[in-house]
């Protein structure tokens, strides 16, 4: 999984993955990688979305 | 020499005639005029107003006369303001009822005793057609669809998640404070990076402050995912800036996402219609946050509907497998033996061709618990009678 991945990169990865997951020639050893690619995209999700990258400083007075 | 002095009267005495004179010709009378307002000096505290009304021929000034608006008619600057959303300052055009003053010291103008919104308002709503049409006729790429503006920028994708976010308002206003307010105490524990370009927001200089606000915003090193302008507090009422034909312009052909928080219910610039309106800075704090817990929604919709793909998955193998044991199960031969079958063999060979058999072969049949031999002792042809 990329390190700067943006939410759309990593929701597109989600979708494509439900959709492998959801056809019926998933081989049962493979489910098992695919769903935790997916715990790892939702978890990445998840803390970006409180937390800020380290290399964005939080400005709260003037700037430019 | 012998010079002859002019005749003279008292100053008072000729002002007085003037005095009459006016009376005689303008006194009871109001008048309605329509002129340009400069010079404008509120006194609020008093609720007094003074200021000039002119007329131009070009640029020169042909006639000038001083007005005054008294405490009993202070309340149509009010009005004024409250129905054209736009500040009683000069330069603007004026219909109005004056009366003719003349004092015997402080020489004459005009008295305001009403002011005709309605002039004011159709010169407003002319202007703001004509600057809109301007727009879609000199950019092709700002089109009027069903009354509908679409423009670049409100044509435009939002991302997925808004968190950096690039704030144009005015310093220590109320829309600043706001808006940073709910983004930065919102519930979800949502991370944010608001960073403030602040500019004056009113005043003839407004439109190229802010436009110049918007253009560091586009070079900055930052990607913004949002760009939000607001204007705080309720009593603002000077909406000019935001009709300004530039400033509009730019907002429609700027290609991130802008968000609009600039107004009340009741009105909308030409830069909302360009841009997304959302009125007030406190609106477009919690579309942000609907925005992005409307993500996180469909994040755990996805991690549902993935463990129950998984769990699915796993139960049909598993029952796949349950399928196949009953089959293998059923073709082992102690099943078949259990039935009441026997496996016959000769000379230990399953008989499967009962040719090579004749009479006088020994044959072994198994049973379930005991195995028989036996001679064969006659043979005869099976009439199908156990055809399974």
Not at chain 2, 83 to 108: A, D, P, W, Y
Not at chain 2, 168 to 192: C, H, L, M, W
Request: with cysteine; net charge negative.
């Amino acid at each position: 999984m990329k390190k700067n991945m943006t939410y759309n990169e990593a929701f597109n990865a989600l979708e494509i993955l439900v959709e492998e997951i959801e056809t019926d020639e998933i081989q049962l050893d493979t489910l098992a990688e695919k769903v935790k690619q997916a715990n790892e995209l939702i978890k990445f999700c998840e803390t970006k979305l409180r937390k800020i990258d380290g290399d964005i400083k939080k400005v709260t007075e003037g700037n430019k | 020499m012998n010079l002859l002095m002019p005749q003279t009267q008292k100053l008072s005495e000729l002002i007085s005639d003037i005095d009459t004179t006016i009376k005689n010709r303008f006194g009871g009378k109001t008048f309605w005029i329509k002129a340009e307002i400069t010079d404008v000096k509120k006194q609020p505290d008093k609720r007094w107003c003074f200021l000039k009304f002119i007329e131009k021929d070009g640029n020169t000034i042909t006639t000038e006369m001083k007005g005054v608006f008294w405490a009993n008619s202070y309340n149509y600057i009010e009005e004024f303001e409250e129905e054209t959303q736009q500040k009683f300052v000069s330069g603007l055009e004026i219909t109005c009822n004056v009366r003719v003053r003349f004092h015997k010291r402080f020489g004459m103008d005009l008295e305001v005793l009403e002011i005709d919104f309605a002039y004011a308002i159709g010169k407003l709503e002319r202007e703001r057609k004509q600057t809109l049409e301007r727009l879609v006729n000199e950019n092709p790429l700002i089109r009027l669809l069903d009354g509908y503006y679409s423009t670049p920028n409100n044509r435009a994708a939002l991302p997925m998640v808004f968190q950096n976010i690039a704030l144009i308002t005015a310093p220590n206003s109320d829309g600043q404070r706001d808006f940073t307010n709910v983004i930065e105490q919102n519930k979800y524990g949502y991370a944010f990076a608001v960073t403030p370009f602040l500019t004056q927001v009113q005043g003839d200089n407004a439109p190229q402050l802010i436009m110049e606000q918007l253009r560091l915003v586009e070079a900055s090193k930052t990607d913004f995912d949002v760009v939000v302008i607001v204007r705080g507090g309720g009593s603002d009422i000077d909406f000019k800036s935001f009709n300004d034909y530039e400033l509009a312009r730019q907002i429609a052909l700027c290609e991130k996402p802008i968000l609009t928080g600039i107004g009340h219910d009741r009105n909308t610039s030409i830069v909302d219609l360009m841009a997304r309106q959302l009125k007030t800075p406190t609106e477009v704090a919690a579309f942000i946050l609907d925005n992005n817990y409307g993500f996180e929604n469909n994040l755990l919709r996805i991690k549902a509907r993935i463990l129950q793909l998984a769990e699915d998955t796993i139960d049909n193998a598993k029952d796949e497998l349950k399928h196949y044991k009953q089959r293998v199960k059923n073709l082992n031969p102690t099943t078949i033996l259990k039935k009441g079958f026997a496996i016959v063999y000769a000379d230990d060979k399953i008989v499967v061709d009962p040719k090579s058999i004749t009479t006088g072969t020994e044959i072994k049949m198994h049973l379930q618990q005991e195995i028989i031999i036996s001679t064969v002792t006659k043979k005869a042809k099976n009439e199908k009678e156990y055809d399974l």
